[in-house]
């Protein structure tokens, strides 16, 4: 589904323009996304695979939940309501854990040029992951795997391909901050 998004700057700032999805893609014009991770009280963390008629990375293990930030949506905003489209999950801003801001470049098509800052929040899942309701258009799985084995499996070169590829450090980040919550 093609959306207007905010145009940043390469410091993440606000340009004040306006493009379609589609656009800023092709174009490689820096926009802001969501991703929310959610983990467990035992260290399980939450993975959605992407669904198979996605432009990037279909199929491919990701973040919780991740979403494009509309124009002149606010990031908080944008995280709560991506969260209830693609798992049905309804969260308050209080059960985000902000964890910062990562620029990402990526170019998973010849057509698509990726350039995102992904404002990371964690949060805790409190419900079982047979209540969560995917979203079919976005969304073909879910799965709980503990930190160890995403660590094992993002080392892994083979293993590693079944993950949407972010930089190692954000990996890091991500894995570092909810071990810190447990």
Known sequence: MDEWIDILDLQGNYT????????AHKKGLYHPTVHVWFHTKDGLILLQQRAKNKDTYPLRWDVS?????????????????????????????????PLGTFKSVQT?????????????????????????????????GLKLITINEME???????????????????????LNAIKKRL
């Not at 002149?72 to 985000?96: F, H, P, W, Y």
């Not at 698509?112 to 800052?117: A, P, S, T």
């Not at 499996?153 to 980040?173: G, I």
């Open 16 to 23: 004040g323009q306006r493009a379609l999805k589609s656009e």
């Open 65 to 97: 939940v991740a979403g494009h930030v509309g124009a002149g949506e606010q990031i908080i905003e944008t995280a709560l309501r991506e969260v209830e489209e693609e798992i049905g999950l309804n969260i308050s801003k209080e059960d985000l854990v």
């Open 108 to 140: 998973p098509a010849k057509d698509i040029i990726d350039c995102e800052f992904h404002h990371t929040f964690i949060c805790s899942l409190g419900v079982d992951i047979k209540e969560l309701k995917k979203q079919k258009s976005e969304v073909a």
């Open 152 to 174: 094992k499996e993002l080392l892994n070169p083979e293993l590693s391909n079944t993950y949407v590829p972010h930089e190692a450090d954000y990996y890091k980040s991500v």
